[in-house]
């Protein structure tokens, strides 16, 4: 199957008007779906008798993924399964995700798709837990599958407010053992802060079984450094400030920034970690496409 995502058309600076996660994580979840029954996906397999062609209208709950990623085409199950996947979805809220060159910063980017994935986990029965956190655990909602609890998660998402330090030692090794049962983590972060560190903490969550998923949530500012003449700079986390020769330093800092990017892709392959790499200016519905690629090469 071919990894090009579907049509994108969930754009972050028009998801920003909304006001309902709710709302706005339905509407990402159903026109997604509906974007993948127009591709033109290929492949079908009489194993699954108990599964029948999605029809627009269908009630996404009963669409079957893991059918997908077998036969490369959307099924609605005829019987419903019990739950057996468990996601937990851990969202960074450190002040420097706070930063926005565009009406949309990379925190409340993150949380749209946060709520999206919790969106799509209860639509499936399946369970779902939400952890927001900095260089601790601030808020923590435990993993159930009722639709009502979407709605417990969401609350915790909506006041959520970008502050204190990137430092993901403790929060991630206290997630890794309180986590029991295994299934998938998804951290969704801009990875500002100690690489090694993170890394140590995503190796406790393999060790433990789970498969890891990340997003690196950047501005599109941050990717391209579109900074001209002398600007200051000033550290969300620290406060501390310092003013640049753009212009002289845009190479460096492009140079520093894929090296970085370079060796999170490498520790990441090295354990069979799922990576990928979003602009906060970038429709949601690529980063769900990456999501499900992830979970279709580990069926």
Same mark, same amino acid.
């Given at each position: 199957m071919s990894t090009a995502a579907p049509t994108r058309f969930i754009r972050p600076d028009v998801l920003s008007r909304i006001?309902?996660?709710?709302? +706005? #994580?339905?509407?990402?979840?159903?026109?997604? @779906?509906?974007?993948?029954?127009?591709?033109?996906?290929?492949? !079908?397999?009489? $194993?699954?008798?108990?599964?029948?062609?999605?029809?627009?209208?269908?009630?996404?709950?009963?669409?079957?993924?893991?059918?997908?990623?077998?036969?490369?085409?959307?099924?609605?199950?005829?019987?419903?399964?019990?739950?057996?996947?468990?996601?937990?979805?851990?969202?960074?809220?450190?002040?420097?995700?706070?930063?926005?060159?565009?009406?949309?910063?990379?925190?409340?980017?993150?949380?749209? +798709? #946060?709520?999206?994935?919790?969106?799509?986990? @209860?639509?499936?029965?399946?369970?779902?837990?939400?952890?927001? !956190?900095?260089? $601790?655990?601030?808020?923590?909602?435990?993993?159930?599958?009722?639709?009502?609890?979407?709605?417990?998660?969401?609350?915790?998402?909506?006041?959520?407010?970008?502050?204190?330090?990137?430092s993901m030692t403790r929060p991630l090794h206290l997630l890794a053992e309180r986590y029991r049962k295994r299934g998938i983590i998804v951290l969704i972060s801009d990875f500002f802060g100690d690489l090694q560190a993170t890394l140590e903490g995503l190796q406790h969550f393999r060790f433990k079984g789970h498969d890891v998923i990340l997003f690196q949530v950047l501005d599109p500012a941050e990717m391209s450094f579109t900074f001209d003449n002398f600007v200051e700079f000033e550290d969300l986390e620290t406060g501390r400030k310092m003013l640049v020769d753009a212009d002289h330093a845009r190479e460096e800092y492009l140079g520093k920034l894929e090296a970085f990017q370079q060796k999170l892709r490498q520790e990441c392959s090295r354990f069979d970690i799922d990576l990928t790499i979003l602009g906060s200016d970038q429709p949601l519905d690529f980063a769900l496409f990456n999501y499900l690629a992830a979970r279709r090469r580990r069926n």
């Open positions: 006001g309902n996660l709710d709302m +706005l #994580a339905r509407g990402v979840v159903e026109g997604f @779906i509906a974007g993948l029954h127009r591709s033109p996906y290929k492949g !079908f397999s009489s $194993d699954f008798m108990e599964y029948r062609p999605y029809i627009p209208g269908d009630d996404t709950m009963h669409v079957d993924w893991k059918a997908w990623a077998r036969t490369d085409r959307l099924f609605v199950k005829e019987f419903e399964d019990e739950t057996n996947t468990h996601m937990q979805i851990l969202v960074d809220s450190s002040a420097s995700m706070g930063f926005a060159s565009h009406p949309v910063s990379k925190l409340q980017y993150s949380l749209f +798709l #946060a709520a999206s994935l919790a969106y799509l986990m @209860i639509r499936q029965r399946d369970a779902v837990g939400f952890t927001l !956190f900095d260089d $601790d655990i601030r808020k923590q909602v435990p993993a159930r599958s009722t639709k009502g609890h979407l709605q417990s998660i969401l609350v915790e998402m909506q006041s959520a407010e970008p502050a204190g330090e990137t």
